[in-house]
T-cell receptor, first 115, second 117 residues
Framework: AQSVAQPEDQVNVAEGNPLTVKCTYS??????LFWYVQYPNRGLQFLLK??????LVKGSYGFEAEFNKSQTSFHLKKPSALVSDSALYFC?????????????FGSGTQLTVLP | GAVVSQHPSRVICKSGTSVKIECRSL??????MFWYRQFPKKSLMLMAT?????????EQGVEKDKFLINHASLTLSTLTVTSAHPEDSSFYIC?????????????FGPGTRLTVL
């Protein structure tokens, strides 16, 4: 069975500093990886995804994520955090050869950017 | 592109009544729509998957007679919570998937907060 681990429930970072939100996964075959962001009382917004190709994926709002096959990780990063980045972030995975229904979410990481 | 709307955004109802939530893909045709439930500070739990014109596929433990799903067109799916009870209070989120603009990515609606008194 596939799974996603977001080891940190909460990440605090000062505005202007780089941020990292961690994600590791387990899936049969090649992974199809996603990051979503959720603001309070809102649905999830798609940030970026990895299918194949370059291990560094660039997404919305200046976010990027690095796929590391040997470490089965897909950490989300941003060089300079903004207060407006404060939100709940979800990593998700499904088998590349599977269906969208098989998308599995991590437990979420609450990011707080301090002014 | 890839905008999904939900209506209503918030609903309060009495125990025993039924509530219908609509999910629409506004600028693309959604071959598949998904319904999730999210508890406070928790991840999303997939309830069911619906394909246009066919019966929904429910996840294990989800009562199909309680959570009725209809996917009548390529832009609309509805979730009806029948005979709602306080334990059904939750945040319900739909998503839609299509081959365009980005292959097979799920795009999420803004969610519906259901409170059953």
């Amino acid at each position: 069975a596939q799974s996603v681990a977001q080891p940190e429930d909460q990440v605090n970072v000062a505005e202007g500093n780089p941020l990292t939100v961690k994600c590791t996964y387990s899936v049969s075959g090649n992974p199809y990886l996603f990051w979503y962001v959720q603001y309070p009382n809102r649905g999830l917004q798609f940030l970026l995804k990895y299918i194949t190709g370059d291990n560094l994926v660039k997404g919305s709002y200046g976010f990027e994520a690095e796929f590391n096959k040997s470490q089965t990780s897909f950490h989300l990063k941003k060089p300079s955090a903004l207060v407006s980045d404060s939100a709940l972030y979800f990593c998700a995975v499904r088998p590349l050869s599977g269906s969208a229904r098989q998308l599995t979410f991590g437990s979420g990481t609450q990011l707080t950017v301090l002014p | 592109g890839a905008v999904v709307s939900q209506h209503p955004s918030r609903v309060i109802c009495k125990s025993g009544t039924s509530v219908k939530i609509e999910c629409r893909s506004l600028d693309f045709q959604a071959t598949t729509m998904f319904w999730y439930r999210q508890f406070p500070k928790k991840s999303l739990m997939l309830m069911a998957t619906s394909n246009e014109g066919s019966k929904a596929t429910y996840e294990q433990g989800v009562e199909k007679d309680k959570f009725l799903i209809n996917h009548a067109s390529l832009t609309l799916s509805t979730l009806t919570v029948t005979s709602a009870h306080p334990e059904d209070s939750s945040f319900y989120i739909c998503s839609a998937s299509s081959t365009a603009p980005v292959t097979d990515t799920q795009y999420f609606g803004p969610g519906t907060r259901l409170t059953v008194l």
